[in-house]
């Protein structure tokens, strides 16, 4: 008797399956074309920096975001720490910036409109540096 399933494709199939991916090359050259439409690099070498250093960006912002999800659930100022994310995140993928609107009503004395007033952002700023000089202390005090 044959499992559920086999024998469902034929041969044809997967030679059409392999037909639609990319290849890395077309990939690569994909990448660099989109990076030139942006414009301000000349030379390919410029070309190929620019893409490791969006490639960095958009990975160090996800670790950012995740922390954040995580922070949600134990101590931490999650829904911040996702807008700090999000917000390098949108300099790369479109619907960041969407997402990071509806994040910013979330944080606490936002605007309707989603901005931080000055004294949100000085409380933010000496709470991170607090929390710094107490880890510190506990690290090597």
Same mark, same amino acid.
């Given at each position: 008797?044959?499992?559920? @399933?086999?024998?469902?494709?034929?041969?044809? %199939?997967?030679?059409? %399956?392999?037909?639609?991916?990319?290849?890395? %090359?077309?990939? &690569? +050259?994909?990448?660099?074309?989109? #990076?030139?439409?942006? $414009?301000? +690099? #000349? /030379? +390919?070498?410029?070309?190929?920096?620019?893409?490791?250093? !969006?490639?960095?960006?958009?990975?160090?912002?996800? &670790?950012?975001?995740?922390? $954040?999800?995580?922070?949600?659930?134990?101590?931490?100022? @999650?829904?911040? &720490?996702?807008? &700090?994310?999000? =917000?390098?995140?949108?300099? %790369? *993928?479109?619907?960041?910036?969407?997402?990071? =609107?509806?994040? !910013?009503?979330?944080?606490? @004395?936002? !605007?309707?409109?989603?901005?931080?007033? /000055?004294? *949100?952002?000085?409380?933010?700023? *000496?709470?991170?540096?607090?929390?710094?000089? *107490? @880890?510190?202390?506990? =690290?090597?005090?």
């Amino acid at each position: 008797m044959e499992r559920a @399933g086999s024998g469902d494709h034929s041969p044809d %199939d997967e030679v059409h %399956d392999d037909e639609d991916r990319l290849t890395w %090359d077309e990939i &690569v +050259e994909a990448a660099e074309e989109a #990076e030139r439409a942006d $414009g301000g +690099e #000349e /030379t +390919e070498a410029e070309v190929r920096s620019h893409i490791l250093i !969006r490639a960095a960006r958009i990975s160090l912002a996800s &670790v950012i975001m995740l922390a $954040g999800v995580i922070m949600l659930a134990l101590p931490g100022p @999650g829904w911040l &720490v996702i807008a &700090v994310g999000l =917000a390098m995140l949108s300099r %790369d *993928v479109a619907w960041a910036e969407r997402w990071l =609107a509806a994040v !910013r009503k979330r944080v606490p @004395g936002a !605007r309707p409109d989603g901005t931080l007033p /000055t004294g *949100v952002w000085a409380t933010i700023i *000496v709470m991170a540096l607090a929390g710094t000089a *107490v @880890g510190l202390w506990f =690290a090597f005090g």
